[in-house]
T-cell receptor, first 114, second 115 residues
Framework: KAGVTQTPRYLIKTRGQQVTLSCSPI?????VSWYQQTPGQGLQFLFE???????NKGNFPGRFSGRQFSNSRSEMNVSTLELGDSALYLC?????????????FGPGTRLLVL | DQQVKQNSPSLSVQEGRISILNCDYT??????FLWYKKYPAEGPTFLIS?????DKNEDGRFTVFLNKSAKHLSLHIVPSQPGDSAVYFC??????????????FGTGTRLQVFP
């Protein structure tokens, strides 16, 4: 089975621009979560989608948004980019089995805001 | 407020010896715990997990111990190998309580295994 894929892998933007990142989950997985990793804050939860619905949201400003499509693929969008948005953005997918659950991560998209 | 804490930012262990990585949590609603390993420029890779109904789970060289009363878990790697050198993240989930896949991560421990 193919793993979680994320595109693009690297991205350079300037302040004020917007960016859209894409995530394709493992086949059969219906849950997709997004995380931001920075040296100072570690891995922080952005939001989670399940069956095209946002099920949970982290503590990030409204500039961060996402959506999930019927094929479970997900996108996240960051508008009005700030320097502090430079980070590794990770997508994870999961499938609940027998009441337990494991998330599998993609390689991430490294975003640099200049 | 850091709900999942890894108080040791780094750990250095000789090859063949045991590596013990520690993690503490504050939220008693967490009922599922995971360990991930992360190499630079890659996404975290799932290692091992444990449900709160257990106190130990073993998978090859990796064993996770959970002490619910102390709100503490640890990952043991025996024997340690140079390829184990990476950053290890502890993560927690309130799976049954919140019906969510949201994970709360610790800040990570960088493990270096030297020959």
């Amino acid at each position: 089975k193919a793993g979680v894929t994320q595109t693009p892998r690297y991205l350079i933007k300037t302040r004020g621009q917007q960016v859209t990142l894409s995530c394709s989950p493992i086949s059969g997985h219906r849950s997709v979560s997004w995380y931001q990793q920075t040296p100072g804050q570690g891995l922080q939860f952005l939001f989670e989608y399940f069956s095209e619905t946002q099920r949970n949201k982290g503590n990030f400003p409204g500039r961060f948004s996402g959506r999930q499509f019927s094929n479970s693929r997900s996108e996240m969008n960051v508008s009005t980019l700030e320097l502090g948005d430079s980070a590794l953005y990770l997508c994870a997918s999961s499938s609940r089995q027998e009441g337990t659950e494991t998330q599998y991560f993609g390689p991430g998209t490294r975003l640099l805001v200049l | 407020d850091q709900q999942v804490k890894q108080n040791s930012p780094s750990l250095s262990v000789q090859e063949g010896r045991i590596s013990i990585l520690n993690c503490d949590y504050t939220n008693s609603m967490f009922d599922y715990f995971l360990w991930y390993k992360k190499y630079p420029a890659e996404g975290p890779t799932f290692l091992i997990s444990i449900s709160s109904i257990k106190d130990k789970n073993e998978d090859g060289r990796f064993t996770v111990f959970l002490n619910k009363s102390a709100k503490h878990l640890s990952l043991h790697i025996v024997p340690s190998q140079p390829g184990d050198s990476a950053v290890y993240f502890c993560a927690a989930s309130g799976l049954t309580s919140y019906n969510t896949d949201k994970l709360i991560f610790g800040t990570g421990t960088r493990l270096q295994v030297f020959p």
